[in-house]
């Protein structure tokens, strides 16, 4: 933080009343990322954290940056910034109307850990069975073109043991519930679309699902399964 050191004398408060604005939005990432399953956090809630007390335009910028290098530096955190992606239906028949909407900017943690410290100390155990039912699901609509109705999803899901009725599933509990969650994480995003037979709901990847490392951790599953199994997803159905 030693280059934004030298723009400190802008914000007219002391060190110290810096220093604890960063350390509330440490704070504040930290627990609400704990509390919320991995949830992304909007960008206008740490603002919210800086302004309630200060009126600088400027300083919630610097906090947030400063938050950034804290996490780095202490915690071994990306703190990354999403842009929220919108479904292919909205950008195709909604573009001319939209595209002038900034969609708000969110963030989550990403552990730059090397994987094998990173399972060893910091990985929870007891949450194994999300993380594969995530890339599951991410997989089975990537191998779909990115995109599957609702049905065709819970189709495959079932041929693995998971039904969309069950709320009392072993491992995963509600399983509609489970599925929603990789939405609200934004692995997923769902699309509503009007057709010859009605509405039908799609899911469709996300921004989490297309970020750079997650993608390539997706393929190497896939690769693995396909290479194990010989079992890929039936393409057509995803039509």
């Known amino acids: 933080m030693a280059s934004g050191a030298q723009d400190f004398s802008q914000f ?20 609400k990322t704990h509390q919320n399953s991995g949830c992304p956090i909007k ?13 600088q335009r400027a300083l919630p910028a610097y906090v947030i940056n400063a938050a950034k290098e804290k996490l780095s530096s202490a915690f ?11 479904p292919s239906s909205t950008n195709q028949g909604r573009s001319s109307q939209q595209n002038g909407a900034t969609d708000a900017k969110s963030y989550v943690l990403i552990s ?18 999300l993380t594969g039912f995530t890339f599951v699901v991410i997989s089975i609509v990537h191998l779909a073109g990115g995109k599957i109705p609702e049905e065709t999803l819970w189709r495959q899901l079932r041929r693995m043991g998971l039904c969309e009725t069950d709320e009392n599933h072993p491992v995963l509990g509600n ?27 799609f899911y469709e ?25 010989g079992v890929p997803v039936d393409a057509d159905e995803a039509d």
């Not at 730059?112 to 069975?129: C, I, R, T």
């Not at 399983?175 to 709901?201: C, H």
């Not at 996300?206 to 396909?226: F, H, T």
């Open 12 to 31: 007219d408060i002391s060190k110290e009343e810096l220093d604890k604005l960063v350390a509330e939005v440490v704070r504040y990432v930290v627990f």
């Open 205 to 229: 990847l996300a921004e989490r699902a297309l970020d750079g490392s997650v993608s390539e951790k997706m393929k190497e599953y896939i690769s693995e399964i396909v290479n194990k199994d």
């Open 112 to 129: 730059q850990l090397p994987a094998e410290v990173y399972k060893k100390y910091v990985e929870d155990v007891n949450m194994a069975h």
């Open 43 to 55: 960008r206008e809630e740490l603002v919210q954290l800086v302004t309630k007390n200060y009126s």
């Open 175 to 201: 399983s509609k519930q489970a599925l929603e969650t990789l939405v609200q994480q934004r692995y997923l995003q769902k699309d509503r679309v009007n057709g010859p037979e009605g509405n039908t709901l």
């Open 76 to 86: 071994g955190y990306e703190l990354r910034e999403l842009q929220r992606s919108r």
